[in-house]
């Protein structure tokens, strides 16, 4: 019994150390302006929510023209719909019309610190 015991708590130490050591890397991956190449061509069946980024493109295109008339710079946008509908194809074609880099992650790669 003090075998397991012993066993566990190593355990638990190690598992430990690893939350401490992970910290800081990401798992995000970056598409850069250079490779990614999806426009609003490549996304089909959205034609609402393409006008309705189709602002934000021309904001990242030329945001000192939007400046110059009061505008201010989007913190973001958030897109909801059930998976498989083409969220991420929009977002990676906002990329590429505005050419920007694209920066993918995971929902379940965020780890709450509280």
Known sequence: IAALIYFFLIRQIRMAGKGALS?????????????NRTT????????EAKEEVSELVEFLKDPKKFQKLGGRIPKGIL???S????????????????????????????????
């Open 23 to 35: 910290f800081g890397k990401s798992k995000a991956r970056m598409l850069s302006k250079e490779k």
């Open 79 to 81: 897109m909801i719909g």
């Open 40 to 47: 609003f061509k490549d996304v089909a069946g959205v034609d």
């Open 83 to 114: 998976p498989g509908t083409g969220k991420t194809l929009l977002a990676k074609a906002i990329a590429g019309e505005a050419d920007a880099s694209f920066f993918s992650i995971s929902g379940s790669d965020f780890v709450e610190m509280f």
